[in-house]
């Protein structure tokens, strides 16, 4: 009896052991950080909040309108060089559906916006890997992630994706939640 409850004692220590240096998983749903001002975007953010945290760290912008015919997801584009960010929002609500950084040109490959504060554009695919573990959907120049909105794997409200161009590195990341 005294080494079935020692065994049952130290069970958690093991699968505690097990865990170490394995890639990080989100605690919640991914977010996008401004490397410079820390500013945060976050999914299902609405339009006038996220305006006003874009308006906050200076990136200037004509504030987006929702298009005058009904839609199911509407885009604005906001900022400009490594501060362009592209927002997607529901039709019906103004809340904020997908967020995508993607590269400005191609001798500019590079962006102030982050994921989970640890990918970028450049970043490569073995930095995903390190930091997200193996993906959802592979197809070598695409990875994706699914969670639920809590950030746990591998459900489907929220994606992660990323496009890697002809050198492996990061040239688009989103994050979505789905339908």
Same mark, same amino acid.
Request: proline share 6%; aromatic share 10%; charged share 15%.
């Given at each position: 009896?005294?080494?079935?409850?020692?065994?049952?004692?130290?069970?958690?220590?093991?699968?505690?052991?097990?865990?170490?240096?394995?890639?990080?998983?989100?605690?919640?749903?991914?977010?996008?950080?401004?490397?410079?001002? *820390?500013?945060?975007?976050?999914?299902?953010?609405?339009?006038?909040?996220?305006?006003?945290?874009?308006?906050?760290? *200076?990136?200037?912008?004509?504030?987006?309108?929702?298009?005058?015919?009904?839609?199911?997801?509407?885009?604005?584009?906001?900022?400009? *060089?490594?501060?362009?960010?592209?927002?997607?929002?529901?039709?019906?609500?103004?809340?904020?559906?997908?967020?995508?950084?993607?590269?400005?040109?191609?001798?500019?490959?590079?962006?102030?916006?982050?994921?989970?504060?640890?990918?970028?554009?450049?970043?490569?695919?073995?930095?995903?890997?390190?930091?997200?573990?193996?993906?959802?959907?592979?197809?070598?120049?695409?990875?994706?992630?699914?969670?639920?909105?809590? *950030?746990?794997?591998?459900?489907?409200?929220?994606?992660?994706?990323?496009?890697?161009?002809?050198?492996?590195?990061?040239?688009?990341?989103?994050?979505?939640?789905?339908?």
């Amino acid at each position: 009896m005294k080494k079935l409850s020692l065994f049952y004692l130290t069970l958690p220590l093991l699968f505690s052991l097990s865990a170490c240096g394995a890639p990080t998983q989100p605690d919640t749903s991914p977010t996008l950080q401004h490397e410079t001002t *820390g500013a945060t975007l976050t999914l299902e953010m609405p339009k006038e909040t996220l305006e006003n945290t874009l308006s906050s760290i *200076g990136i200037d912008f004509v504030p987006a309108h929702m298009p005058t015919d009904p839609c199911i997801i509407w885009s604005a584009v906001y900022g400009s *060089g490594e501060d362009q960010i592209t927002v997607w929002y529901s039709g019906d609500t103004n809340l904020t559906k997908q967020l995508v950084v993607g590269h400005i040109s191609d001798s500019n490959n590079s962006s102030h916006w982050y994921l989970d504060s640890s990918i970028s554009l450049g970043s490569s695919k073995q930095d995903i890997k390190t930091s997200y573990g193996d993906s959802t959907v592979d197809s070598g120049s695409h990875l994706s992630y699914y969670y639920d909105i809590n *950030g746990n794997k591998p459900v489907g409200d929220v994606m992660t994706g990323f496009d890697l161009n002809e050198t492996g590195q990061v040239e688009y990341f989103y994050i979505a939640t789905l339908p």
